[in-house]
T-cell receptor, first 113, second 114 residues
Framework: EAAVTQSPRSKVAVTGGKVTLSCHQT?????MYWYRQDTGHGLRLIHY???????EKGDIPDGYKASRPSQENFSLILELASLSQTAVYFC????????????FGPGTRLTVL | KTQVEQSPQSLVVRQGENCVLQ??????????LRWFKQDTGKGLVSLTV?????DKTSNGRYSATLDKDAKHSTLHITATLLDDTATYIC?????????????FGAGTQLIVIP
């Protein structure tokens, strides 16, 4: 069974502070993704990566950075957290052949005050 | 502009009843469509994936249809259980590889009551 874990599971941050969300996968997948979910909206892609030490911008990258130090790990970084970044963040992984076989982590609920 | 629309937004049914969830989309191309179940505070769990022009799948009490000509999909849940209470999310993939994008609906919140 594919496994994607995220930490922390929830976090409260202050406006202007730095936040790092972590994701770890044991699927041996090349692709990893960060999405955000807002109430009443579908998930939206922030950043993705298809190889270690390289990241790509998704559809809503502004205000976020990503880091892929190894195949297994993918981080999302908010350098200056803002109120509008309060959301649930999901990490996912897939192999390069079939993006529809994305496996999702349990999510991180981020509240920025 | 939202490319994947789900209806109803929320639905309450009694345990044992059947229900139907709808998904309409405008994504082009539309390589495949997947239905996910999301329990409150949890991640997305895949229920089924539809690929063909006119496709049908069945997974236990869950069955789904896809009509790519109409760009429409349905998810049927038979004999609902309390554990079916969740948000059901329709996702359309524009390609069959990781080069593509997934387009997510906002979900239908299903509540099953005793």
């Amino acid at each position: 069974e594919a496994a994607v874990t995220q930490s922390p599971r929830s976090k409260v941050a202050v406006t202007g502070g730095k936040v790092t969300l972590s994701c770890h996968q044991t699927n041996n997948h090349d692709y990893m993704y960060w999405y955000r979910q807002d109430t009443g909206h579908g998930l939206r892609l922030i950043h993705y990566s298809y190889v270690a030490d390289s990241t790509e911008k998704g559809d809503i990258p502004d205000g976020y950075k990503a880091s892929r130090p190894s195949q297994e790990n993918f981080s999302l970084i908010l350098e200056l957290a803002s109120l509008s970044q309060t959301a649930v963040y999901f990490c996912a992984s897939s192999d390069w052949v079939s993006s529809y076989e994305q496996y999702f982590g349990p999510g991180t609920r981020l509240t920025v005050l | 502009k939202t490319q994947v629309e789900q209806s109803p937004q929320s639905l309450v049914v009694r345990q044992g009843e059947n229900c139907v969830l709808q998904c309409n989309y405008s994504v082009t191309p539309d390589n495949h469509l997947r239905w996910f179940k999301q329990d409150t505070g949890k991640g997305l769990v895949s229920l089924t994936v539809l690929v063909d022009q006119k496709d049908k799948t069945s997974n236990g009490r869950y069955s789904a249809t896809l009509d790519k000509d109409a760009k429409h999909s349905t998810l049927h849940i038979t004999a609902t259980l309390l554990d079916d209470t969740a948000t059901y999310i329709c996702v359309v993939g524009d390609r069959g590889s990781a080069l593509g994008r997934l387009h997510f609906g906002a979900g239908t919140q299903l509540i099953v009551i005793p």
